[in-house]
C-alpha cells in the first residue's frame, strides 16, 4: 500500500522561502511520476509541480515557473518542493501525490494516492 507524507509546511512572510519533503513508502519510485498540489479555502485543488522520477523531467504550472523548484533523492524515495519567493496567494494546504494514471500532470483527477497535506501560510 502506498503512503505519502508531506512535512515541512509553515508560516512564513512574503518573500521567504520554505521547502516541503514528500516520503514515499510501498511504491515502486523509480521512473514513476510524483508531484505537489495545493488547494485554498474554497477553490479546487491545483496542480503545482511534477517530476518524473529517475529522469530531468518537470513540470510546472505558470503561476510558480521560477519560484519554485521540485527535486528528488531517489535513495530516500523522497520528493522536495522548494519554494522561494513566497506571496501570499501561495497560501493553501500542499499535497503531494503519486500514481499518476496519464493526461495532464498537473490534473488533480489524474493521480490516484494522496498524502495527508501540510499547510502553508504566507503573510504579507
Known amino acids: 500500500q502506498v503512503q505519502l507524507v508531506e512535512s515541512g509546511g509553515g508560516s512564513v512572510q512574503a518573500g521567504g522561502s520554505l521547502r516541503l519533503s514528500c516520503a514515499a513508502s510501498?511504491?515502486?519510485?523509480?521512473?514513476?511520476?510524483m508531484g505537489w498540489f495545493r488547494q485554498a479555502p474554497g477553490k479546487e485543488r491545483e496542480g503545482v509541480a511534477a517530476i518524473r522520477t529517475g529522469t530531468i523531467y518537470t513540470y510546472y504550472a505558470d503561476s510558480v515557473k521560477g519560484r519554485f523548484t521540485i527535486s528528488q533523492d531517489n535513495a530516500k524515495n523522497t520528493v522536495y518542493l522548494q519554494m522561494d519567493s513566497l506571496k501570499p496567494e501561495d497560501t493553501a494546504m500542499y499535497y503531494c501525490a503519486a500514481d499518476f494514471s496519464g493526461g495532464s500532470v498537473l490534473e488533480a483527477a489524474t493521480w490516484n494516492v494522496w498524502g495527508q497535506g501540510t499547510q502553508v501560510t504566507v503573510s504579507s
Open positions: 510501498g511504491y515502486t519510485y523509480s521512473k514513476y511520476y
